[in-house]
């Protein structure tokens, strides 16, 4: 498979896995029973941005954001795939690998982050990519963000990337649990951004079709697990108290999102839309 055919089925496949989690997550909110069944149930809204700015095309591509707020179980999730191409800047081109030789770059992924009405439900991220420049590597993750930390989740969620993981290769996931446990971690806080998944980056084994199973399989165990343990809890009552917390954990995410992640970084310094980029960051926060 050439370059351009790979790039063109990676997209194809981060394209398809929104239109499943979407479905899935719409789903949820037909399903509930709990504390705001009495409001509309959530639907996703897409808004298409284009990148091109320039007549030759040398800066183009673009994307579109799924969106969903103020539903019954979702108060604000974010399912956003983007495909574009350009050029590096210098400094930038430094830290990528194969830049240094050619700043010219493509990238495709999907990325999610969703933010829960309920504190008994776990807030979560994921994100899966494929990334070309004179070389090219897969990378992402899935990690759980709970306001109140629930041990049998936990569990079931890295057991389930475990299994993902052995799947394709039985050192990937301490390799990748590891990675995601010193990625996910808010320096000056001095503590975890959550409980943690897997994380990673740069994935070129030599086996292109490995690596693009292995990461299909990511999402498709993200698809399972998830929401799993949305189901298991969306409807459970909560306090004013357990709300008061969620609230405050969510001012810390903000801060690691906004001090610390490489998506972040990536997206703003490669011109992508701003709206998408910040699309993680929580509709409320509070900080103590």
């Not at 509309?40 to 700015?53: I, Y």
Request: charged letters at 25%; glycine letters at 10%.
């Amino acid at each position: 498979m050439d370059i351009d055919k790979k790039k063109q089925t990676a997209a194809a496949w981060f394209k398809n896995l929104r239109d499943q989690i979407c479905a899935n997550f719409e789903a949820i909110e037909d399903e509930n029973e709990g504390p705001m069944a009495g409001r509309e149930a959530g639907r996703f809204v897409r808004k298409s941005w284009d990148r091109t700015n320039q007549s030759d095309g040398a800066e183009g591509g673009g994307g579109t954001m799924s969106t969903m707020r103020g539903g019954r179980v979702f108060e604000k999730v974010g399912v956003n795939i983007s495909t574009v191409h350009g050029t590096f800047t210098e400094e930038f081109a430094r830290s990528m690998p194969g830049a240094d030789e050619d700043p010219s770059f493509f990238a495709t992924g999907i990325s999610l982050v969703a933010h829960m009405n309920s504190p008994c439900v776990p807030a979560v991220h994921m994100n899966t990519r494929f990334i070309a420049t004179t070389k090219s590597w897969f990378g992402g993750g899935a990690d759980l963000n709970a306001p109140l930390p629930n041990s049998y989740d936990t569990a079931q969620f890295h057991s389930a990337f475990k299994d993902c993981c052995d799947r394709h290769d039985p050192d990937y996931y301490a390799k990748y649990k590891k990675w995601c446990d010193e990625y996910f971690y808010i320096k000056h806080r001095n503590c975890a951004r959550g409980e943690g998944g897997i994380f990673y980056d740069q994935l070129n084994s030599g086996d292109w079709g490995a690596d693009f199973a292995f990461t299909q399989d990511v999402g498709r165990t993200f698809n399972d697990i998830y929401p799993a343990l949305v189901r298991a809890h969306m409807n459970k009552s909560w306090t004013p108290a357990e709300r008061e917390k969620q609230l405050e954990y969510r001012g810390y995410y903000a801060e690691f999102n906004l001090v610390y992640d490489r998506g972040t970084t990536f997206g703003l310094k490669t011109g992508g839309n701003v709206e998408a980029i910040l699309m993680s960051l929580p509709p409320e926060a509070k900080w103590p």
